[in-house]
């Protein structure tokens, strides 16, 4: 019960602070199921993946990037383990519209909520007589899949995300980056109490396809 009240109280203060007291983002509720070519054009059917490794002497499947794991995992058999070739695993959860389970019927459930600002730019941006710069937001569900599912506990494959789509006109983007990434760090350090919070910035070589820069605001326990 505590948790949930938590949950819904930080959940009511981001929407608080990121929409109600901006005068240049709106919200929207978008769908969990969206059509297939939506995935498709935002690359995530294609680029959405971990590697994958299955064990030749169990035929069991772990992440390829996870050299721990497969350590430990050759430690579990007296023959020496090889495993095939890494394949691309998708991380999008596949379902299907319809009662035929064919390839004209697949979807996919949302890996994040992004798809919605797109898709419903031109709409939300005539209906709210926006101009540029403003926002999109939005909190809800997202789903991802998981290769081994042994730290399910650990790894939901269902989780809330609060996430905002800002728009801005080209060659101001590293300006306005600038104050959402100070404006993010005070929500967490003021308020929600948050004060060992670092600023990690990711490299190139760790980007997503879609990104130009990516900072990840971290809380070290102080312990």
Not at 2 to 20: H, P, S, Y
Not at 69 to 90: G, I, R, V
Not at 178 to 196: A, I, P, S, V, Y
Request: glycine share 6%; charged share 25%; with cysteine.
């Amino acid at each position: 019960h505590l948790g949930n009240e938590l949950f819904n109280n930080i959940a009511a203060l981001w929407w608080k602070r990121f929409v109600q007291e901006r005068r240049d983002v709106v919200g929207v509720r978008g769908p969990i199921i969206m059509h297939p070519k939506v995935w498709a054009a935002s690359g995530h059917i294609q680029n959405f993946t971990d590697p994958l490794v299955e064990c030749k002497v169990c035929h069991e499947r772990l992440r390829a990037d996870q050299p721990v794991e497969l350590a430990a995992h050759a430690k579990t058999h007296t023959a020496n383990t090889e495993w095939t070739e890494p394949k691309n695993f998708n991380l999008l959860f596949k379902t299907f519209i319809g009662p035929v389970e064919d390839t004209q019927s697949i979807a996919y459930l949302r890996g994040e909520l992004a798809q919605t600002m797109f898709t419903d730019f031109k709409t939300t941006q005539e209906t709210n007589r926006l101009k540029l710069p403003f926002g999109i937001a939005q909190i809800g569900k997202a789903f991802r899949n998981e290769i081994t599912t042994g730290n399910f506990i650990f790894r939901t494959k269902e989780f809330t995300i609060a996430e905002l789509e800002y728009f801005v006109k080209p060659g101001s983007e590293d300006e306005h980056f600038r104050h959402w990434e100070q404006f993010m760090e005070q929500f967490l350090r003021t308020d929600l109490g948050l004060e060992n919070i670092r600023r990690y910035q990711h490299s190139k070589q760790s980007l997503a396809h879609y990104s130009k820069g990516t900072t990840d605001l971290e809380f070290e326990f102080p312990f």
